[in-house]
């Protein structure tokens, strides 16, 4: 868990988010060894100890925003599926916004990759996290009889798995949207393997 200070004030949590922002770009682009609290501050344009007002090192800052990102996917995933209707529908606009969401941060990937060697227990918090919330909503779809019944934590990793790698291909190594062959081929891929048997 990080050591940060939540604001009590909004300026106060404007400036944190302009933190947060500054070390997402400068942990992106220049990797997190590369990056320093200096670096960061200038990049926020604030004062270098305003930084240890919210944060305690750079290791504290990377750590609140690995935990910034998962909520904000989460959020985004959340609104951008809750009208979509059954849970085979939600996960073909779940991809689609998911790879939207990787192109508009690019740098997630970056971050995640450099946290597994800086700090695996926020890595891996921020995969059971994701993974735990995705199993309760695929549980239920199981229960509402929308998808074939299984293991729901596995079934989650097995289609965070295809997202990561759609999305690292789709938005790190080429920044451009999937052709629809190939959504398609991942839609029929999902839909044979959740689809309820009838």
Same mark, same amino acid.
């Given at each position: 868990?990080?050591?940060?200070?939540?604001?009590?004030?909004? $300026?106060?949590?404007?400036? @944190?988010?302009?933190?947060? #922002?500054?070390? #997402?770009? #400068?942990?992106? %682009?220049?990797?997190?060894?590369?990056?320093?609290?200096?670096?960061?501050?200038?990049?926020?344009?604030?004062?270098? &100890?305003?930084? /240890?007002?919210?944060?305690?090192?750079?290791?504290?800052? +990377? $750590?609140?925003?690995?935990? #910034?990102?998962?909520? =904000?996917? @989460?959020?985004? +995933? =959340?609104?951008?599926? *809750?009208?979509?209707?059954?849970? +085979? @529908?939600? *996960?073909?606009? &779940?991809?689609?916004?998911?790879?939207?969401?990787? =192109?508009?941060?690019?740098?997630?990937? @970056?971050?995640?990759?450099?946290?597994?060697?800086?700090?695996?227990?926020?890595? $891996? $918090? /921020?995969?059971?996290?994701?993974?735990?919330?995705?199993?309760?909503?695929?549980?239920?779809?199981? %229960?509402?009889?929308?998808?074939?019944?299984?293991?729901?934590?596995?079934?989650?990793?097995?289609?965070? &798995?295809?997202? /990561?790698? +759609?999305?690292?291909? /789709?938005?790190?190594?080429?920044?451009?949207?999937?052709?629809?062959?190939?959504?398609?081929?991942?839609?029929?891929?999902?839909?044979?393997?959740?689809?309820?048997?009838?």
């Amino acid at each position: 868990m990080t050591n940060s200070v939540k604001p009590v004030t909004p $300026r106060g949590e404007q400036t @944190r988010q302009k933190l947060l #922002e500054a070390a #997402e770009l #400068e942990f992106g %682009e220049k990797g997190f060894h590369a990056s320093s609290v200096s670096s960061i501050t200038q990049q926020a344009g604030v004062a270098q &100890g305003t930084f /240890y007002i919210y944060y305690s090192s750079k290791e504290d800052i +990377l $750590r609140a925003l690995v935990d #910034e990102l998962n909520r =904000r996917l @989460r959020r985004s +995933l =959340r609104e951008a599926t *809750e009208t979509s209707g059954d849970r +085979l @529908r939600m *996960e073909k606009r &779940g991809i689609e916004h998911f790879l939207e969401f990787a =192109r508009e941060h690019k740098n997630l990937y @970056r971050i995640m990759m450099q946290c597994l060697f800086v700090d695996e227990a926020a890595y $891996r $918090r /921020y995969y059971e996290t994701l993974t735990n919330v995705y199993a309760k909503r695929l549980k239920d779809a199981q %229960e509402a009889g929308e998808i074939k019944r299984g293991d729901p934590m596995a079934q989650a990793w097995a289609l965070i &798995g295809l997202n /990561y790698f +759609l999305g690292l291909n /789709y938005s790190v190594w080429n920044d451009a949207p999937p052709p629809q062959e190939v959504m398609e081929t991942v839609l029929d891929f999902i839909n044979h393997g959740l689809a309820p048997e009838r």
